[in-house]
C-alpha cells in the first residue's frame, strides 16, 4: 500500500514536468528537440528579461528550423512549441511563452518561402519553356502560319502566365511588411 501511495504521489509531483527530451522527441513527435534546444540556448534576452529581437536571433531561428524536419504536423508544432516554453528559466517564463510563438511564426515563414521559391522557380521553367515552343513553331513553320495554328493557345497560355506572375508579385508585397 505504501508503495503504490508513493508511485502515485512521485507520478503526480513529475507529471507535469517536460518529459525527457530524447525519448520522447525522437521516437513519438519524429523531431530530435536536444538539437534544437542547443541552438535556443544561445538566444539572448536584454536586461528586462525579454527576447533580444535582432539579427542574431533571426539566425539562431533559421539555425533551429534547419534542425527540424520539414512540413511537421500541427500536433508536432504544438509539442515543439511546450518544449521551447517549458525549457525557459521560471523567471523567464514571458520570454520562453515569447520565443516558442516566434519558433513557430519563424518555421512558417521558412516553409512559405521554400514554396514560394519552388512556385517561382515551376512558373520561370513552364514560361521558357512555352517561349521554346514558340520559337520552334515559328522556326518549322513559319511566324505567320504558326499564329494561324497556334494563336489562341498562345494568347491564352501568356495571359495565364502574366496572371500567375502578378498574383505572385501581389502575395509578396501584399503579404509584407516594409523594412524599416
Same mark, same amino acid.
Given at each position: #500500500? =505504501?508503495?503504490?501511495? =508513493?508511485?502515485?504521489?512521485?507520478?503526480?509531483?513529475?507529471?507535469?514536468?517536460?518529459?525527457?527530451?530524447? @525519448?520522447? *522527441?525522437?521516437?513519438?513527435?519524429?523531431?530530435?528537440?536536444? &538539437?534544437?534546444?542547443?541552438?535556443?540556448?544561445?538566444? !539572448?534576452?536584454?536586461?528586462?528579461?525579454?527576447?533580444? +529581437?535582432? *539579427?542574431?536571433?533571426? !539566425?539562431?531561428?533559421?539555425?533551429?528550423? &534547419? *534542425?527540424?524536419?520539414?512540413? #511537421?504536423?500541427?500536433?508536432?508544432? #504544438?509539442?515543439?512549441?511546450?518544449?521551447?516554453? !517549458? %525549457?525557459?528559466?521560471? =523567471?523567464?517564463? @514571458?520570454? %520562453?511563452?515569447?520565443?516558442? /510563438?516566434?519558433?513557430?511564426?519563424?518555421?512558417?515563414?521558412?516553409?512559405?518561402?521554400?514554396?514560394? +521559391?519552388?512556385?517561382?522557380?515551376?512558373? @520561370?521553367?513552364?514560361?521558357?519553356?512555352?517561349?521554346?515552343?514558340? &520559337?520552334?513553331?515559328?522556326?518549322?513553320?513559319?511566324? &505567320?502560319?504558326?499564329?494561324?495554328?497556334?494563336?489562341?493557345?498562345?494568347? /491564352?497560355?501568356?495571359?495565364? +502566365?502574366?496572371?500567375?506572375?502578378?498574383?505572385?508579385?501581389?502575395?509578396? !508585397?501584399?503579404? *509584407?511588411?516594409?523594412?524599416?
Amino acid at each position: #500500500m =505504501t508503495f503504490a501511495f =508513493t508511485a502515485v504521489t512521485l507520478w503526480s509531483i513529475h507529471a507535469d514536468l517536460p518529459q525527457p527530451v530524447a @525519448a520522447t *522527441s525522437v521516437q513519438q513527435w519524429h523531431f530530435n528537440y536536444a &538539437e534544437t534546444e542547443q541552438i535556443l540556448a544561445k538566444v !539572448k534576452l536584454n536586461s528586462r528579461g525579454e527576447l533580444l +529581437l535582432n *539579427s542574431g536571433l533571426a !539566425k539562431i531561428l533559421t539555425k533551429a528550423i &534547419e *534542425s527540424l524536419p520539414a512540413n #511537421m504536423n500541427d500536433k508536432a508544432l #504544438m509539442r515543439l512549441a511546450f518544449l521551447v516554453s !517549458k %525549457g525557459a528559466p521560471a =523567471t523567464h517564463t @514571458a520570454a %520562453g511563452t515569447n520565443l516558442a /510563438t516566434l519558433l513557430i511564426n519563424y518555421y512558417h515563414l521558412q516553409n512559405a518561402e521554400i514554396k514560394q +521559391l519552388k512556385t517561382t522557380d515551376k512558373l @520561370a521553367t513552364f514560361q521558357a519553356r512555352f517561349l521554346d515552343k514558340v &520559337e520552334l513553331q515559328n522556326h518549322y513553320l513559319g511566324k &505567320e502560319i504558326a499564329t494561324q495554328f497556334f494563336g489562341k493557345q498562345r494568347s /491564352t497560355t501568356r495571359y495565364l +502566365l502574366e496572371r500567375r506572375a502578378q498574383r505572385l508579385n501581389i502575395n509578396r !508585397k501584399g503579404g *509584407s511588411v516594409s523594412a524599416q
